[in-house]
């Protein structure tokens, strides 16, 4: 697939077809991960592959139980959100914050290694190691795309963060981005509408 077209094809989906992903093409998902950038060139990325039913469930554990239909439409209206995309988005998204870890084919939890104190930068340079890590995650999101699989990323809270480090044995220098789950679309799975934009209306010459 062309690489216009995967980036156009990618999509945000919480709903997964039972249908296992052959390991050579996780392994050339990730690979594609590893051909990002990294801000210390040394591309300290780690991937970890919860296949296993039972951990999946240990790690979402910590996840508030999925909501309600009338729950979430409490939520999204304190929430004060006023696009309709938007709030069809966090309609669809907030019951399934478990369900989306617990269904997908391939459940990879990236790593990587800070160089200081994440949630008390001294710099935004201090943020380099965590925008090099999202850069990895993109493009694991459009070669995966590319293969037809598509998935969704959730940042995990703070009790969450101590949590799999726990279960899943992390070393303490490292930190978990996000959950990445990925996998074939099921019959069911929607896209979300986007909000259009006009490329040039979003263009400054030379300033603001």
Not at 2 to 14: F, L, N, Q
Not at 65 to 76: I, R
Not at 181 to 200: C, D, F, M, V
């Amino acid at each position: 697939m062309e690489v216009y077209e995967a980036i156009s094809k990618r999509m945000t989906i919480r709903d997964f077809a039972q249908k296992a992903i052959p390991p050579q093409i996780t392994e050339r998902i990730l690979s594609a991960g590893l051909q990002a950038p990294s801000n210390d060139h040394l591309r300290r990325w780690e991937f970890i592959l919860v296949e296993d039913r039972q951990q999946r469930e240990k790690l979402v554990s910590k996840i508030h139980p999925p909501q309600t239909q009338k729950g979430t439409a409490a939520l999204v209206k304190r929430m004060q959100l006023n696009d309709d995309n938007q709030q069809e988005m966090y309609q669809r998204a907030i019951p399934k914050q478990q369900s989306m870890l617990l269904d997908a084919a391939l459940l990879v939890i990236p790593c990587f290694r800070p160089s200081g104190d994440l949630l008390q930068p001294e710099t935004l340079s201090s943020l380099n190691c965590f925008a090099s890590i999202w850069c990895c995650v993109e493009n694991i999101l459009i070669a995966a795309a590319s293969e037809g699989i598509f998935g969704v990323t959730r940042i995990p809270f703070e009790p969450e963060r101590a949590h799999l480090h726990k279960v899943l044995h992390i070393p303490a220098e490292y930190e978990v981005p996000c959950y990445l789950a990925l996998g074939y679309p099921a019959e069911s799975a929607k896209r979300a509408r986007q909000i259009p934009i006009e490329t040039s209306a979003r263009i400054h010459q030379n300033t603001w």
